[in-house]
């Protein structure tokens, strides 16, 4: 078992010559681009509602590197929120990289928090731009009966619920990067499967819809050849590395997980991950 933090392209094919396996164990950010506020959204708590306002505002560069958030006092009376309520959003954003908070001084943007998922490009969704990252849906979400779940350990209760599955396909720069297959239980999730997912962030969708958000998880990861659906896909000759990333995604929701395959083309990006 090897631990890594970062994957080059000339180690990427010295793993598909020794058909290398790594499996590890690590936080999950979500950092897909900001899409909407929820602010007035009142199935959300009021500490979340700020947070998100909060997050979009940096997200979005309202607010930039080394800027100050306004203060506490400022934000209970903007929103007529408690203290507690407000500290409770500001420390959101500290766990996830967002802000630092410095006494004397107040809450410091950081800016955006480089990654996707548990690996990240070194050039990440905030560093290219919205405007460069584009999501295709191959597969549209629909309900399917689910048996296998890319080689993770299945729970009894999940197999007779079935699975919400789709795959997209991630550009940048109009050029394939990263195909995905996910699989989430079909459980008290309404209306899923008819929101639209084009140049969506599937994270921001559980998070602001469902409050459901990616806390932990485990990924097994392997070096592998083109097979004929990554050379549709990715544009590539057969035989040309690609990184497969098995996932498993705990989430803040007792019993709630979800799982991806990701291949990922490294030929013009190198990735990385945050720990």
């Not at 919205?130 to 296998?148: A, G, N």
């Amino acid at each position: 078992m090897l631990y890594i933090k970062y994957l080059h392209l000339d180690e990427i094919i010295f793993f598909a010559k020794t058909a290398s396996l790594l499996i590890f164990t690590c936080n999950l950010p979500d950092i897909d681009k900001y899409s909407e506020t929820i602010m007035g959204k009142k199935e959300a708590p009021q500490y979340r509602k700020l947070y998100e306002l909060l997050r979009g505002l940096i997200e979005d560069l309202s607010y930039r590197y080394g800027d100050l958030l306004p203060s506490e006092n400022e934000l209970c009376a903007t929103h007529h929120l408690t203290r507690p309520t407000v500290r409770k959003a500001l420390d959101m954003l500290v766990n996830e990289g967002f802000i630092i908070r410095q006494q004397g001084k107040g809450s410091i943007v950081q800016g955006l928090p480089k990654g996707i998922g548990i690996l990240s490009l070194t050039g990440t969704t905030s560093a290219i731009g919205q405007d460069l990252l584009t999501t295709q849906i191959i597969v549209k979400p629909h309900i399917m009966s689910w048996e296998r779940a890319f080689g993770f350990e299945l729970s009894e209760r999940d197999r007779s619920l079935g699975c919400i599955h789709l795959e997209r396909l991630r550009l940048i720069n109009e050029k394939p990067v990263f195909y995905d297959i996910t699989m989430i239980p079909n459980l008290n999730l309404p209306r899923f499967t008819s929101r639209t997912f084009e140049n969506r962030s599937l994270f921001d969708i559980l998070r602001k819809h469902y409050q459901i958000e990616v806390k932990g998880g485990e990924q097994k990861i392997q070096a592998i050849t083109a097979d004929e659906r990554i050379v549709q896909h990715f544009g590539v000759k057969r035989m040309h590395p690609i990184l497969r990333v098995d996932r498993k995604l705990d989430t803040n929701k007792a019993g709630f997980s979800f799982f991806s395959q990701i291949y990922c083309n490294t030929e013009n990006y190198s990735l990385i991950g945050r720990f």
